[in-house]
């Protein structure tokens, strides 16, 4: 892997709330990186609206594109190919990205490159700022921990691109888990950074939350967390007393990431790992990044806060493994809502 051909790759990703795009040097070296945010705009509705997030990607793409570029000091004709999202995501959204794409490559004739969302957040561990040190790359075999809004899975990585899927939830996916908790204690969108912040104050032993063990190992469950909140605040508001936000939130977080890192270990051992890696937005989240960080029997690959969540440099490494190992789109390629990783 370290004979792969040096190129620069400017990526674009719109599958969710976040219009963004990139460059990046020989999958590492970010360049530059532009994320337009709708989030203040989907927090009055409680949550992403699918149609005006696609209105917000057309009005954004082309500055966002053009920012990006300006930021790596480079033109079209400086880039080697174009990375885009192709899925999983929301339709709308994702046409925007993926029709400017085609059409820079068709203009500009470069080659295309489709990602998957969920390899670009796996990818988000390479990547890291021109002009800093260079940390190790993560080193294979991998245990990679994905927990994003959508997602939530184990899969063990013996190459690039190569994904051997061990398991996932079976219900809620654990920012999911986080968004909906969140609105049983009144909190506001998004509801990970908001039960982040309400736990600071609270007692993460106040209540004892379950961590579902299943008969498969590698599976997740996190609606039995989310049921027993329920039932907890009904108990809690019949008995005439105020919700306490604080602790159950810390409570609640500490469920989640107790079970992630459990399983997450576990599987480690199991796969022969020598490495595990943790991606998506929810490892934004302190308690998560402290807990599994804290462990000494595994090196952690966990990207900086930056691009935890959504984000184009993340596309862009992925988007350039991709291309040095010859992959290339042809320009008829269509949207993939539901594409899974592996
Ligand atoms: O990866 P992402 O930005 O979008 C998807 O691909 O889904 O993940 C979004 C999810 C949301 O559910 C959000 O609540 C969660 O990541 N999240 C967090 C934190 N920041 C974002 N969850 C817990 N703690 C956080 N600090
Ligand atoms: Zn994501």
Same mark, same amino acid.
């Given at each position: 892997?370290?004979? #792969?051909?040096?190129?620069?790759? @400017?990526?674009?990703?719109?599958?969710? +709330?976040?219009?963004?795009?990139?460059?990046?040097?020989?999958?590492?070296?970010? @360049?530059?990186?532009?994320?337009?945010?709708? &989030?203040? %705009? =989907? !927090?009055?509705?409680?949550?992403?609206?699918?149609? $005006?997030? /696609?209105?917000?990607? $057309?009005?954004?793409?082309?500055?966002? %594109?053009?920012?990006?570029?300006?930021?790596?000091? &480079?033109? #079209?004709? +400086?880039?080697?190919?174009?990375? $885009?999202?192709?899925?999983?995501?929301? !339709?709308? /959204?994702?046409? $925007?990205? #993926?029709?400017?794409?085609?059409?820079? !490559?068709?203009g500009a004739n470069k080659p295309l490159v489709g990602v998957n969302h969920l390899e670009g957040h796996i990818y988000s561990s390479w990547v890291y700022e021109f002009g800093t040190d260079a940390p190790l790359a993560p080193q294979f075999p991998i245990l990679a921990l994905l927990v994003s809004g959508g997602h939530t899975e184990l899969n063990l990585m013996t190459d690039h691109l190569t994904y051997r899927r061990l398991g996932a939830t079976l219900d809620d996916a654990a920012?999911?888990?986080?968004?909906?908790?969140?609105?049983l204690l009144g909190l506001p969108y998004p509801g990970g950074p908001s039960i982040q912040k309400a736990a600071e104050d609270g007692d993460p032993k106040a209540f004892n939350f379950p961590r579902a063990r299943l008969d498969s190992p590698w599976n997740f469950s996190f609606s039995g967390v989310k049921t027993s909140i329920l039932y907890e605040v009904r108990r809690i508001q019949a008995a005439g007393n105020s919700i306490p936000v604080a602790d159950m939130a810390a409570s609640f977080q500490a469920a989640i990431v107790d079970t992630l890192l459990v399983k997450t270990l576990a599987a480690a051992r199991e796969f022969g790992a020598k490495e595990i890696l943790v991606a998506g937005g929810v490892s934004a989240n302190t308690a998560l990044r402290e807990a599994f960080l804290g462990q000494t029997e595994f090196?952690?690959?966990?990207?900086?806060?930056?691009?935890?969540?959504?984000?184009?440099? &993340?596309? !862009?490494?992925?988007?350039?493994?991709?291309?040095?190992?010859? =992959?290339?789109?042809?320009?008829? %390629?269509?949207? &993939?809502?539901?594409?899974p990783l592996s």
């Open positions: 892997m370290n004979d #792969l051909p040096p190129a620069r790759i @400017l990526a674009i990703e719109s599958s969710c +709330d976040e219009t963004a795009a990139a460059v990046i040097e020989n999958g590492r070296a970010l @360049l530059s990186s532009v994320v337009a945010s709708q &989030m203040d %705009i =989907h !927090a009055r509705y409680g949550g992403v609206f699918p149609e $005006v997030a /696609s209105r917000q990607h $057309v009005l954004s793409i082309v500055p966002v %594109i053009e920012q990006a570029l300006a930021q790596a000091h &480079m033109t #079209l004709v +400086d880039v080697d190919a174009i990375a $885009v999202t192709r899925g999983p995501g929301l !339709a709308g /959204s994702l046409v $925007v990205g #993926l029709n400017a794409a085609k059409g820079l !490559a068709l920012g999911e888990a986080f968004d909906k908790t969140a609105r090196k952690v690959n966990i990207p900086k806060f930056a691009y935890c969540t959504d984000n184009a440099a &993340m596309i !862009a490494s992925a988007g350039y493994f991709r291309y040095a190992l010859g =992959h290339r789109s042809t320009l008829d %390629i269509d949207v &993939m809502p539901t594409w």
